[in-house]
């Protein structure tokens, strides 16, 4: 279907030759593969590009695609500049601007797409548009939501700054603070209101990475802080539904990992590819994924770390059915949990508690079709959860619900899903509301057991995000 659309970079069809969408995608993930690079290539991503919505690949991408044809480069393949595209692009369709006078913006049409969902874009109008390199890196950082706020808090204000200015301190300290304010909003509020307004930080953060005019001594933490970002803006995506942009920003977080050698950052991006994969129905590729983030995760001595990729090792084994290969990942999860927290346990791991723990094995039994267990699991979870993080307390009861309608207990269903009910006005995740609806179904036929009813009744009534 995507190869109907308008070819608008002939050079890379050109470069497709007879080959379908589908086969050339595959020739796209061999070579990664032959790199050591991990890509998640279609046929519809083909499509994409050669519509030209992806004016230029991320740089995991753009490693395979030179990979695949030596001596060339982006722009040979049709590609546009990642200058252009991240720091001072237009929409697909816009003509491009030319450079201004010092100081004042470029002028280019106005992007059309409400909301714009091209995360390269640059002329929407609620993005700056200043053409001066650092002002429009600064500007767009400020413009975007929650990294307005963390950078206001740390003194950046909104005034031009001059154009060479170098990245320091303050640039880096407000992209580490933005990480941290997104997840703490996922973690009270759930993804689908913060999605649109993160991803607009995280181009700013790869745009000051892209300038090259960081100092020495930031630009490890710079590099290590627009990763952390992508993993958060991924996360929301994946919780979100949009499994594709999801996909796509923790493949720029391993990139990224990998040009900065950052074991961390790769066992991070690793751990969030083997959870997606898993609710993707993906589950070998979960497997996969995880034990890449363990040969990682091994450099930095923190068995939180190896505890969790361990568990989203088990959930894949589970949606694989493989009983035994699932049991043995758990006991190895418990057994690094139990050796406790370290000064070495990445920032990022603080929502990894015992509570998170259960849950996870909760998953790993609902996939083997065990309810019972699961929904004892589950339970637990949501007993020990910080009532404060509605989010996750909001997934845990979710969780529960469903396990209790397959074990064959309605009327325990029907409470955990009023319980759920009461937290959706202060949570938005469409994979919540994907799993009530889901238990929702299951308990139709059951009607006639007490607090049912009244629980449909009342979740059919209730508005579903759009």
């Known amino acids: 279907m995507a190869m109907s659309r308008e070819v608008r970079n002939p050079a890379f069809r050109e470069l497709r030759g007879q080959r379908s969408p589908g086969e050339f995608a595959a020739a796209v993930r061999r070579a990664a593969r032959e790199i050591g690079e991990q890509v998640s290539c279609d046929a519809r991503y083909i499509g994409r590009v050669e519509a030209g919505e992806i004016r230029c690949p991320n740089y995991a991408y753009e490693r395979v695609f030179l990979h695949m044809f030596p001596g060339s480069t982006l722009k040979d393949l049709g590609f546009s500049d990642r200058g252009v ?28 797409n409400d909301p714009c969902t091209d995360h390269s874009c640059t002329s929407h109008p609620c993005t700056s548009k200043n053409n001066e390199e650092s002002d429009v890196l600064r500007r767009a950082f400020m413009a ?81 802080g627009a990763g952390e970002l992508a993993i958060s803006v991924g996360w929301l995506a994946h919780d ?47 497997v996969r994924a995880a034990q ?23 959930g894949g084994w589970a949606g694989l059915g493989d009983r035994t290969a699932c049991s043995d990942a758990l006991v190895r999860a418990k057994s690094l949990f139990a050796q406790g927290t370290s000064d070495t346990d990445p920032e990022w791991m603080t929502f990894f508690v015992e509570a998170e723990l259960e849950m996870l094995e909760a998953q790993c039994w609902s996939a083997l079709s065990d309810w019972p267990r699961a929904a004892q699991h589950a339970e637990r979870a949501a007993q020990l959860q910080d009532p404060h993080f509605a989010r996750n307390l ?13 074990a064959g207990a309605p009327d325990r269903a029907a409470a955990a899903g009023h319980q759920v009910l009461d937290l959706l006005d202060q ?14 179904r299951r308990l139709l036929p059951e009607r006639s057991a007490s607090g049912v009813p009244a629980f449909l009744e009342r979740h059919a009534s209730t508005p579903r995000l759009v």
């Open 240 to 286: 979100s539904g949009r499994f594709d942009d999801a996909r796509s920003h923790y493949a720029e977080a391993l990139a990224t990992a990998r040009v900065a050698g950052d074991p961390a950052l790769e066992a991070h991006a690793f751990c969030n590819t083997a959870f997606l994969a898993r609710d993707a129905g993906r589950p070998r590729e979960a």
């Open 144 to 224: 975007g939501g929650s990294a307005a706020m963390a950078a206001v808090s740390l003194g950046l204000g909104p005034a031009p700054v001059p154009s060479q200015r170098r990245v320091g301190e303050a640039e880096v300290s407000a992209v580490e603070a933005a990480v941290r304010q997104i997840r703490l909003l996922d973690d009270r509020h759930g993804a689908a209101g913060l999605y649109q307004r993160a991803a607009r930080p995280l181009e700013a953060a790869y745009a000051l990475l892209d300038a090259g005019t960081a100092r020495r001594s930031a630009v490890g933490r710079l590099h290590a």
């Open 394 to 406: 909001a997934l845990y009861r979710a969780q529960l619900a469903d396990d209790l309608a397959r």
């Open 85 to 112: 595209v991240r720091g001072r692009g237009v929409c697909p369709g816009a003509e491009p601007p030319s450079r201004p006078p010092t100081g004042r913006p470029p002028s280019s049409r106005p992007c059309t």
């Open 292 to 314: 890449a983030g363990e040969r990682a995760a091994k450099q930095l001595a923190s068995p939180r770390l190896l505890s969790l990729l361990t568990l989203r090792e088990a």
């Open 427 to 440: 949570v938005q995740s469409s994979r919540i509301q994907a799993m009530l609806a889901g238990t929702a």
